[in-house]
């Protein structure tokens, strides 16, 4: 009996390593991407407005999950939303000001840019500020 033990641990632990070496022959393969990207700026993604930099055509909104993200904006870029009873203009200079604000944001992917397509304001939500006073 405990010669069939030693042998059955043997015969493990040898194709164990056999397996182990198998996997390190083989060469890394990416998985081909998928669409979840332009799912994601279809649909939009809701977070906090962190910053906008009027002067340099961008603005920053944080995610639930604490992740920062950067969109560009340009005259195309529409802005709607009802905060503080006031009624935005339809740009993006509207945001100067709204930091805390709930937004939804959707866009088109250039290269490596978000371009803003569309920003839809909420109201401030205080007890899910992020934003570092």
Known sequence: MRSFLVVLIASLAM???TDAEAGRE?????LPA????????SEGLTGQLRRVNA???N??????NG????FKFNDLTTVAGNTKNTLLNNRVQSLVGLEGAEVTVKWTQNKDERL?????????RPELNKIAK
């Open 26 to 30: 083989k060469t890394y393969q990416p």
């Open 55 to 57: 002067a340099a055509g």
């Open 67 to 70: 992740l920062e993200q950067t």
């Open 15 to 17: 194709v164990s390593c």
């Open 116 to 124: 803003a397509t569309t920003v839809v304001v909420g109201d401030a």
């Open 59 to 64: 603005f920053v909104i944080i995610l639930d």
């Open 34 to 41: 998928d669409n979840s990207e332009s799912e994601l700026a």
